[in-house]
């Protein structure tokens, strides 16, 4: 082992760590002592390193990372100190200098691979450790392949990836500052292919020095991110040159060579085991384990010969399931009488209800609950549920599932702790149990009342089948493969409306069977009993129907041939599965829900989101972490391990995951906080730390604020001022909690300042740390305010661009050109906690009421006023004074007249292309409170809408009498005049207009599946608007789905367009927006 590592210094025996009391004789002179660091690593060896003044721990950190190639994650442990604290010898601070750590020799320990100075999540129940020790081990075997095969550089700046390239561009022009030439692109040059232009073109001895250890990679000067030669993206794909291409502002970039990961054999780990260039896969050790290794844990004889271990479908009929349960009291409750109720569910389907238990709030004898549920009709996945309720209303609730993450039946004594209902855990309860809740205990230090219960099953060792055995049973069944249609839209080649059938009835079939309303009780569609003839994503409804008739079969009786139907049709699901091809990433949420809890199922779902690359799966990432946090039945699932591994080898997943989770209390949430914050490395851990650091100021700052009498704006700016200043310079620079590629630098205070309303909201502007002479980061910072709607909004909108680039670019059969860039304009939304969060500012952005009140008007009847603007922005020639407008000779304009400044034909397009987008968008997600501070314009034409506090039809109203608008389309006159050019309605820009708004439309009600999927999980992270099945019925109505017998697409297109042509003579919108500029009036 010591040829292996002839970097150390000298050896010591693990057995022989000295400790403060042992006489310790160095063989090295005093001198040599005072000038150097002594490390103890785990294997005993000692790391002699080279004193420097003030030198920290961090400084230490960096040293064994890259001379000893310790990259595990690890802590400093003292061996000699006079310290006592907390933490005994744990090393934390590890700012602080080597000289003031109170050592009595400068002797540290590094802590062995997996040691933490604390058992993770303790907290747990002991049927959980196990999973929670397999896990842990999977997180450590990926650290030290992320740690030897991704380059620290890349881990810290992960590039941000569009979803799609920027279209109409076919070359454009890169600045590389060394060697400070510039270098012609087109739509396909990847990252790699420029850089070998550039070592090509320049003399290498000119650029810096690189052996086999480095790799020269392109980094954008201004922000934290680099490009990735591994992946072959166009560089046209990169978010940050789109806005550069869009802005029209040079790109520039740094050549740079960068040290590549060290790929030798880790500190103690001998020739046998060295496989760290393996990448570790999220299955293959659960597989292992379902198969083997928690099997053992539970007997030490072999399965086969095990009496105890027997398979579940061949257990009589007349061994039914029972328990008992203990409850145990709590002390500081207020109430002492409490009703319990319980019941077995499986996929929200109740199988057996129990009788409703009075309980006084003090210790119990066991109670022995019986069923007529035989044990061998019991499906890994099934729930036993309870919940606790009073006349307080206070309602707890505990969901446990009766299998083990090994397949095994709950055997032997357990203790859980309720959960406490509230509003963001759960869609509703059924008969006071909630079977859609997360399941086991949650972690919350601030529960009062704890309500303990103690649950005992004497059943003997009954299991499910194992994978290996499942995968027997499969090769005997025989299915036809359901590859004859694959997608709704190729049954449109054969009949015309064939689409609207497989998007409709499958719709109606789906949201009838997650409901309970008999509005969404619809017939069966026609394919179902012929699942060959099935679109492909409609899987969700083919396992449903199937999942129905297990159901039924369940509870029909107690016969040997309902037990043998229950596992030929579970089986059936299982063989359709491994047949069905690859489907939407969106309708895979539907397979991830409470309703189809079966494991099979959803690693199957999991499967298709692997195939996620690192931007799409950072779209998807509410969905998928909803998934986890409330559907997981255990803390060791390829789910949890999917996430967890996304998140630490790519910062801005793992960022967007520790501000989900940061709030979040549930069992697999905090599991998954927990292990990401322990692994994710010390830099983003502090960087994280800092983050949560401002918002604590932030949140303090804005308390102070409002507590005061201020009332003025004036007044309540120099108050925010006053207290910015208050803080360290320095504490404001950080990483953005928005982009992880954004640096923040110098907080810039005087531009700083409060926004006039009633909580009160931050404007914080920063410089960028990377170009501060030219760049700022303009913030908004809310408090008070729920912006989780804003996040899924602008998610949407997003999914709705995508789909019409992709159908732009991918569409042979129609020209939809106009499509490839409609300029929908986004901007980054971050929440920090259900009441705070972060807004970047769009730049040089204004709403429609701000650029009436520079024309000196508070009337929106003036229609020439945006597009007069719009002159004063683009006609550098013909500036208008501020607060004037242009005059005309009638009321329509004289086409052609050149004496009168005109708006630039592109930036006309750009209005009418993005005015046009958010028409169709804002329509069928059913945007309110649609008033001209809601609506922004950029001095290029780009339009688009913010806030979206109101959605899916939620229309403001006067006094809570009639609502202030009809329909979510904005078309008032002055967009129209816009539009058209100054010219009458029936142009031909207006009928490009009205083209765009038909074909947006088309391309989103063929893909409403999409939509439906990627709403569908969010339901249950209780948001104000969308917390129920219900709420996705009007946009079954926006998009003319509803009803047994869908709109065919041709009906449905002349539907909407009687929507936009009704928009443009909306009274009720054109009084609304004279009643809002009246109300807010500029302040003289």
Not at 124 to 137: A, F, H, N, P, V
Not at 965 to 994: A, G
Request: proline share 4%; net charge neutral; with cysteine.
């Amino acid at each position: 082992m010591l040829d292996d590592l002839p970097s150390y210094d000298y050896y010591i025996p693990s057995e022989c760590y000295i400790t403060a009391f042992e006489d310790s004789r160095s063989t090295n002179s005093t001198s040599k002592a005072l000038s150097t660091i002594d490390v103890l690593l785990p294997n005993g060896l000692v790391a002699c390193i080279e004193r420097e003044k003030n030198q920290t721990l961090a400084d230490l950190r960096y040293i064994l990372r890259k001379r000893y190639a310790i990259t595990w994650p690890f802590h400093f442990l003292s061996i000699t100190h006079t310290f006592t604290n907390d933490t005994d010898d744990l090393l934390l601070d590890e700012q602080q200098s080597f000289d003031t750590l109170g050592l009595v020799y400068p002797f540290v320990r590094v802590s062995a691979k997996g040691e933490l100075p604390s058992p993770l999540c303790k907290w747990l129940s002991s049927i959980d450790q196990s999973d929670m020790e397999s896990l842990t081990q999977f997180i450590e075997q990926l650290v030290e392949w992320r740690d030897t095969t991704i380059p620290q550089e890349i881990l810290h700046a992960p590039p941000s990836i569009s979803q799609t390239i920027l279209s109409n561009i076919d070359s454009f022009l890169v600045y590389v500052e060394r060697p400070g030439k510039s270098f012609s692109c087109t739509q396909t040059t990847t990252c790699q292919e420029l850089i070998e232009r550039i070592l090509n073109e320049e003399n290498k001895s000119t650029l810096e020095y690189y052996n086999a250890s480095t790799a020269p990679m392109l980094k954008f000067s201004y922000r934290n991110e680099f490009l990735l030669t591994s992946e072959s993206y166009p560089l046209l794909q990169y978010n940050y040159i789109q806005e550069c291409l869009q802005k029209n502002i040079q790109i520039n970039l740094q050549l740079i060579y960068i040290e590549l990961p060290i790929k030798s054999k880790k500190i103690g780990q001998t020739h046998k085991n060295n496989n760290n260039n393996t990448e570790p896969d999220i299955y293959q050790s659960t597989t292992k384990r379902n198969m083997s290794i928690n099997i053992n844990k539970e007997t030490t004889l072999n399965k086969e010969n095990d009496s105890n271990q027997q398979l579940l479908p061949i257990q009589p009929l007349s061994s039914l399931f029972r328990f008992t349960f203990r409850l145990r009291p709590s002390l500081n409750a207020k109430q002492t009488l409490f009703q319990l109720h319980s019941g077995i569910y499986y996929g929200r389907q109740c199988l057996f209800s129990f009788e409703q238990v009075t309980w006084n709030n003090t210790f119990t004898e066991e109670i022995r609950q019986n069923t007529t549920l035989p044990i061998a009709n019991l499906l890994p996945g099934t729930l036993l549920c309870f919940a606790l309720t009073n006349k307080q209303s206070e309602i707890y609730f505990l969901n446990v599932s009766l299998f083990r993450s090994n397949g095994f039946l709950l055997n032997g004594p357990y203790e859980f702790t309720f959960n406490l209902v509230n509003s963001i855990q759960n869609i509703a309860n059924t008969k006071h149990l909630y079977p859609d809740g997360f399941i086991g205990s949650s972690y919350n230090e601030s529960t009062v009342n704890k309500y303990e219960i103690k649950l005992t099953f004497n059943s003997q060792s009954y299991r499910f089948y194992d994978n290996e055995e499942i995968s027997e049973k499969l090769i005997h069944i025989k299915m036809p493969t359901p590859t004859a249609v694959t997608t709704a839209k190729q049954q449109q080649n054969h009949h015309e409306s064939s689409d609207d059938v497989a998007n409709g009835e499958a719709l109606n079939y789906l949201l009838g069977t997650l409901n309970d309303e008999t509005q969404y009780m619809v017939q069966e569609p026609s394919w179902l009993s012929d699942c060959s003839s099935a679109p492909t994503d409609a899987l969700p409804c083919v396992l449903h129907s199937i999942l129905a008739d297990i159901h039924r079969s369940i509870l029909s009786g107690n016969n040997n041939c309902n037990t043998t139907t229950i596992y030929d049709k579970l089986f059936s699901m299982y063989k359709l599965i491994d047949l069905w091809p690859p489907m939407s990433f969106e309708m895979c949420f539907f397979l991830l829900d409470c309703t189809l809890p079966d494991a099979h199922i959803r690693s199957y779902a999991v499967s298709q989101l692997a195939r996620l690359s690192n931007h799409l799966f950072l779209f998807y990432i509410p969905q998928i972490i909803q998934a986890a946090i409330q559907f997981e039945h255990y803390i060791d699932t390829p789910l949890i391990r999917l996430i967890l591994k996304r998140a630490l080898c790519h910062r801005a997943i793992g960022q967007k995951l520790f501000w989900t989770l940061l709030h979040v209390n549930t069992r697999n949430g905090r599991v998954m906080f927990e292990l990401y914050k322990t692994y994710c490395s010390l830099t983003i851990s502090n960087d994280l730390q800092t983050q949560v650091t401002l918002t604590l100021k932030l949140n303090t700052i804005n308390q102070r604020i409002r507590s005061t009498n201020v009332k003025d704006a004036t007044s309540m700016k120099q108050a925010l001022l006053t207290r910015l200043r208050e803080s360290d310079e320095n504490s404001w620079r950080c990483v953005s909690p928005l982009d992880t590629g954004c640096l923040l630098g110098s907080l810039l205070i005087d531009e700083c300042h409060v926004y006039d309303s009633f909580m009160r909201p931050f404007k914080l502007v920063w410089e960028n740390a990377l170009n501060p002479t030219h760049e700022h980061f303009e913030l908004i910072y809310k408090i008070g305010d729920d912006l989780r709607q804003d996040v899924l909004t602008l998610q949407v909108f997003r999914l709705f661009d995508s789909i019409w680039k992709t159908n732009s670019i991918n569409n042979t059969n129609e020209d939809l050109s106009q499509l490839q860039n409609l300029h929908m304009t986004f901007y980054d939304v971050m929440c920090t906690s259900d009441t705070t969060g972060f807004i970047r500012i769009v730049p040089n952005a204004y709403t429609i009421l701000n650029i009436y009140h520079k024309f000196n008007t508070t009337t929106t009847i003036k229609r020439n006023v945006i597009y007069d603007w719009l002159v004063t922005q683009n006609n550098t020639s013909h500036k208008l004074p501020v607060g004037k407008t242009t005059r005309r000779t009638n009321t329509i304009g004289i086409a052609g007249d050149t004496s009168e400044a005109t708006v630039p034909n592109n930036v006309l397009v750009k209005f009418r292309k993005s005015c046009a987008a958010y028409c169709t968008a804002g329509f069928i997600m059913g945007l309110g409170d649609r008033h001209p501070s809601n609506i922004m314009l950029a001095p290029d034409g780009r339009l688009f809408h913010v806030d979206f506090g109101h959605i899916l039809g939620d229309y403001v109203k006067f006094g809570n009498i009639f609502p202030r608008e009809t329909t979510s389309i904005v078309l008032v006159e002055p967009f129209l005049y816009v539009i058209n050019n100054r010219k009458q309605n029936d142009t031909i820009d207006y009928r490009d207009f009205i083209q765009i708004c038909l074909q947006t439309f088309r391309l989103l009600r063929e893909h409403a599946t999409s939509l439906f999927g990627l709403l569908y999980l969010i339901i249950y992270s209780r948001l104000p608007l969308l917390n129920s099945i219900s709420n996705l019925n009007y946009l079954r109505q926006t998009l003319f789905l509803i009803g047994d017998k869908p709109y065919e697409t041709k009906h449905a297109i002349k539907a909407y367009k009687r929507k936009i042509v009704s928009a443009q003579n909306d009274t009720r919108r054109f009084l609304d927006w004279i009643a809002h500029a009246f109300v807010h009036k500029p302040q003289r």
